[in-house]
């Protein structure tokens, strides 16, 4: 793999010093490196210099009729020639031949991208934008500017250059449009890469909206643009699949689409998702990486649909079968002799055979041909993983070991060749017989739809305005160009001093995944300070983290944690460990480095030109991923909470068989004769007391089970503890100087329940709470190693007869609609999952049985260490519904980021089935053993704050103000060996960028930054929408300095009475500290704007 190598050549020459004439050696080497292009090649360049298209064509892109000679890729002949290409580019660059380089760079941009080098690509191109600013960029190379931000979780950047560009109608720098439509093409395109953003942050319904408005601007030219069609569909089905009915009710019946004429009239989402990705396949017929990427698409869509309600029981094997064959299609693109040098190329390949191996499961395919299979992906999910950040030398290796092994899987699963009577097509025949749309979609059509979106880009682009380096545009957005597209806006500074942190250097290397410095502002007593040193790593074109420049400017910080009861977390925050790490290493992408005739000027003015185009510089404060500890067991609505102490019987069930027996989903029959039912028990009968950490078995020891067991139980209040040991994890450093002046607090009150009756909706039969189960105070090493139990051990309640308990209430869920199928559960068997675990967990629980399923205060998970791939389902919640969605994707569990906290640390994670192939994921992991339902308690709290906003941005987009908020979305993956759990994780997009803390979880806020004033209205808000039960706390995220455009955030607190009060929850008390003390009696503009009732009047007593 030479492109690297020359790509560098030509980055060190755009950005060494140039003589200010060009020599005739110079001159003549570039006019034969130009004379030595074949005529094809020579073509394109001149249509290049002459701006003659927007983006580089596919002979096939725009022809109704394709002939032979016409099913060709651009990327076929570029890699034939690419040393030829880029030696041009060089020569371009010493002969000062402006033009030419940049029509080189947009000709090779694609197929770089493919090649995970477009980070040096644009590098060079921005600095050759720097010395020849009157020189035309391609609108292409500005949108893959926001493609590679997007994949690096530069979010805010990515949408302020979309949104320039839609604003403006494709406007950008001295570039010049042929025609009308050719600025339609380049909006439609920014619209689409928009929609993958709001897909990349949760917002369904929001993402199909800007992908069908792309549909119709590609449909709308004077030749339909089939790859950017095909290219849509595919995005559109993937968001109907995690859409939710209603949302797509909308969507469907939105009277400004005409859906019908497109994707015809099925009411059922999925059969349309899977209608949407079939078309998406045969419009990108001839390009193998797209016909793999939309055909892998549809075999996930009809998969999906067969484990669904509406899936005929009857119909299901035909619904497998038909997956099966899409996965085996994408499959067959490449031939085993074939070299595939593109990451999302080779993520692809091995989603298709892994979901193909879960496909043949479930086809009754023998159990040790699907084992092998599985086992082989999982292999090569490593190498995957270690090609993402691998040197360049290493990569063609990886690459083929990669291939080798999904070679592996389709030999064990008899994939075989179909029939393809087309040469040049991918596709078997019977994909041919789909009928085309009669769409009839217009450019006056398209303009009437991006007028919805107008108001929004206009106000982002105003909020981000400026000229063009080097240039005396206007910033009114007739001259914007590549650099002008930067957004960097003023750091405000705050009166709280920062420190920075030095790391120990250990064995530097400079591939080390470890930045060179972290800035960070400790806090004390704040339980999980993951917030703003683990963004401080730049990244590679395709998302992955690797080093940063030197010596990057900090601002003072305010720091504002959150706060917590002395009595439960009393220890101050340690360091973050820092030094050389081999996880972090082995995620190290390749670094640039500049040859010893570089100079230090050149490079001190490129690294100040990167600094001046940065985006969003925001102020850094110590971030606070508040984790709840073990939370109170106290009576609800539902009584998952207290399921844990019930002692209940399942069928036995064998990890080598492909499922467990017998359904584990419980239908609790605590009859008269169950031990744990009837009268209390006697304490010593109980004996809670010793902890011991037990491998699960077949395990390969990255997770352990951790069981409390029983032991003599005294009456001495020191030893009535349930320690609960921990594998030794690396210790943080002790940091420097510690400061807080605001931080998350918990609930210094223990919880005392009353002893009350509950109707056990969920499992038909009535239970009462544990009378107290108080947490006693931590020790100053582990905050939560030590938990006390109760003396008088669980207490429950004759079970009522079960014959007059209310229905279900989930109409939804599986569970709810199956129950009388279902069995009952044992604490031993609880996390060995079942076939018809699986089909519910597919089909969709709700939140309740979820929780009634895998709630445990005596099993708990722990990772033992990282760098190994696990079968794994990947859970999604969604709010509206109250369901839980799983697919079953195989996940790497990468290397620590480096950064944790008392509570959690992250560490990268890499999945088949994540939204964005080429992003970085960040796992959360507790610190300290947790049951599996802490984690799912952490997604459905940031995904109902995410509903939340979704409800307070369209009441802020109704009163034209065009700031919008977005919480990321968070989700889980419950890590499996064989069939049964052993671990669990939260993961959530990676962002880059620099963190702030707005608001913690009591009084406290910062002042210093306008988005506060939104994140207060915003808690306003969600107090008068819930009723007056919730209210959302403790902000935190990425917010620009000047408070307006874009906020993103995570890790939220919900002080709520529809949920248990635990130590993050306050209850009653903290939606009253929040309207009297910390948005106070007096509203702000944004709450008055929004004509919210004054706090004074619901301010509880």
């Known amino acids: 793999m030479e ?46 210099v002459e701006m003659k298209w927007p983006f580089v064509p596919e002979k096939w892109q725009y022809k109704k009729s394709v002939s032979q000679s016409d099913k060709t890729n651009l990327s076929d002949l ?50 050759l934008h720097r010395r020849h600013p009157d020189t035309p960029i391609a609108p292409q190379l500005v949108i893959r500017q926001a493609r590679v931000y997007l994949n690096s979780g530069k979010l805010q950047k990515a949408e302020y250059i979309l949104s320039s560009l839609i604003n403006n109608c494709g406007t950008t720098g001295c570039w010049s449009y042929q025609s009308d439509s050719d600025r339609a093409l380049v909006q439609a395109v920014s619209v689409q890469v928009r929609g993958m953003i709001l897909q990349k942050l949760g917002l369904w319904l929001q993402a199909a909206e800007l992908i069908w408005a792309s549909l119709v601007g590609f449909y709308s030219l004077p030749q339909p643009d089939k790859k950017g069609i095909g290219t849509s569909l595919c995005l559109l089905a993937n968001i109907l699949v995690s859409m939710n009915d209603e949302d797509f009710y909308r969507f469907r019946t939105n009277p400004d689409f005409d859906f019908q004429s497109l994707l015809g009239n099925s009411s059922d989402r999925i059969l349309s998702a899977a209608h949407a990705a079939k078309m998406s396949v045969m419009y990108s017929q001839y390009t193998p990486l797209y016909v793999l990427t939309n055909v892998t698409t549809q075999g996930t869509c009809l998969l999906s649909y067969s484990f669904s309600l509406a899936c005929p029981p009857p119909q299901r094997v035909s619904f497998l079968q038909q997956a099966r064959e899409a996965f085996a299609i994408g499959l067959l693109t490449k031939a085993d002799s074939d070299l595939v040098t593109s990451q999302q190329e080779l993520h692809t390949f091995l989603k298709a055979a892994y979901s193909i191996t879960v496909t043949h499961k479930w086809l009754g395919t023998p159990q040790e041909v699907v084992t092998k299979a599985a086992q082989a992906c999982q292999k090569a999910l490593a190498n995957l993983y270690n090609y993402s950040c691998a040197m360049t030398q290493d990569k063609e290796d990886l690459c083929a070991e990669i291939m080798r092994l999904v070679g592996q899987v389709k030999v064990l699963l008899g994939v075989a060749p179909f029939p393809n009577s087309e040469k040049g ?6 994909y041919r017989n789909i009928k085309g749309s009669s769409v009839n979609f217009t450019l006056a059509a398209f303009s009437k739809i991006m007028q919805r979106f107008q108001k929004y880009h206009a106000s982002l682009c105003k909020t981000t305005a400026r000229s063009c380096r080097g240039t005396k545009d206007d910033t009114d957005g007739a001259k914007l160009c590549l650099t002008a597209l930067g957004t960097t806006i003023e750091t405000l500074n705050t009166e709280c001093r920062a420190e920075v942190y030095q790391p120990q250097q250990k064995g530097s290397n400079p591939s080390s995944g470890h930045p060179s410095d972290f800035d960070m502002c400790p806090t004390m007593e704040s339980s999980d300070q993951l917030g703003s040193s683990w963004q401080r790593l730049s990244m590679s074109s395709s998302g992955f983290p690797r080093p940063h420049g030197h010596g990057e400017n900090m601002s003072n910080q305010s720091c504002i944690a959150t706060e917590c009861d002395d009595n439960i977390l009393a220890d101050n925050m340690k360091g973050r460990q820092h030094g050389q790490d081999s996880g972090v290493s082995s995620l190290a992408g390749p670094r640039f480095t500049v040859s010893s005739n570089f100079s230090s000027k050149d490079l001190n003015e490129l690294e100040k030109f990167e600094e001046e185009q940065a985006v969003n510089e925001t102020v850094d404060t110590e971030g606070d991923w508040m984790a709840d500890v073990v939370a109170q067991k106290q009576e609800t609505e539902g009584i998952w909470d207290s399921l844990s102490k019930l002692n209940l019987k399942t069928s036995s069930s064998s990890l080598g068989d492909s499922f467990g027996s017998h359904s584990s989903w419980e239908k609790i029959s605590a009859g008269e004769n169950s031990p744990t039912c009837g009268k209390p028990q006697p304490s010593h009968l109980s004996r809670p007391g010793m902890g011991r950490i037990s491998k699960s078995p077949n395990s390969n020891e990255n997770f352990f089970i951790t069981e409390t067991v029983d032991s003599d139980f005294t009456t001495d209040k020191k030893k009535n503890l349930c320690k609960v040991s921990a594998l030794s994890m690396p210790q943080p450093q002790e940091s420097g100087n510690i400061y807080s002046n605001m931080e998350t607090e918990f609930d210094p009150k223990p919880v005392k329940p009353a002893t009350t009756r509950s109707s056990a909706v969920q499992n038909k039969c009535s239970l009462s709470v544990l009378d107290q189960c108080e947490l006693t105070e931590s020790s100053t090493d582990n905050s939560f190693e030590l938990l006390e139990v109760d003396q008088n051990g669980p207490q429950l309640n004759e079970p009522t007869s079960t014959e007059n308990a209310p229905e279900r209430r989930n109409p939804l869920c599986y569970i709810c609609l199956n129950h009388n199928t ?44 990282n760098k190994a791939a696990h079968d794994a389902l990947h859970l999604k919640f969604s709010k509206a519904t109250g369901l839980w969605t799983a697919k079953e994707t195989c996940v790497y569990i990468g290397a620590s980021t480096g950064m944790k906290g008392n509570q959690r640390e992250a560490i990268w994670v890499q999945f088949l089935h994540q939204e964005e192939r080429l992003s970085s994921y960040v796992g959360k992991n507790y610190l300290k053993p947790m049951g599996v339902q802490f ?33 990321i979305p968070s989700e889980a993956l419950l890590i499996l060996n064989g069939d049964e759990i052993v671990g669990c994780l939260t993961v959530e997009p990676y962002m880059l960028g620099k963190f702030v803390k707005l608001t913690n979880n009591t009084r406290e806020k910062n002042k210093t930054f306008q988005a506060t004033d939104y994140g207060l209205a915003f808690g306003h808000f969600t107090y008068m929408f819930s009723g007056g039960r919730e209210v959302v706390v403790d902000l935190q995220g990425w917010v620009t300095a000047n408070g307006k455009g874009l906020t993103y955030l995570t890790d939220p607190q919900i002080h709520s009475t529809r949920t248990p009060k635990g130590l993050g929850n306050f209850a009653e008390r903290g939606i009253t500290m929040f309207l009297e003390q910390q948005h106070g009696p007096e509203c702000n503009a944004i709450c008055q704007l929004l004509k919210l009732p004054p706090v004074a009047k619901h301010v509880l007593l």
Request: proline share 2%; hydrophobic share 40%.
């Open 3 to 48: 492109v690297g190598g020359l790509l560098e050549d030509c980055l060190r020459a755009a950005a060494s010093r140039q003589p200010p004439q060009v020599s005739e050696e110079m001159r003549q080497n570039y006019c034969s490196c130009r004379d030595s292009l074949c005529a094809e090649l020579a073509s394109l360049l001149q249509e290049a």
């Open 425 to 430: 097509s991918f596709i078997p025949d019977n």
């Open 78 to 127: 570029i890699s034939k020639h690419l040393h030829q290409i880029l030696v041009l580019l060089e020569a371009s660059i010493v002969a000062q031949e402006s033009q030419s380089a940049l029509a080189v760079v947009f000709l090779v941009d694609r197929f770089i991208y493919w090649t995970d080098e477009s980070s040096r690509l644009l590098k060079i191109t921005k600095l």
């Open 935 to 967: 984690h799912l308690k952490d997604v459905e709290r940031q995904m109902t704050a995410q509903y939340y906003v979704t409800e307070f941005n369209k009441s802020l987009y109704d009163k034209e103000v065009m700031a919008q908020i977005f919480f």
């Open 822 to 865: 279902a069995a009952a559960v044992g604490s031993v068997k609880q996390f060995l999952l079942s076939k018809q675990d699986y089909q519910a967990l597919m089909a969709g629980v709700c939140q309740e049985c979820l929780l009634t399923r895998f709630y445990s205060d005596k099993i708990q998970f722990e990772l033992n260490c």
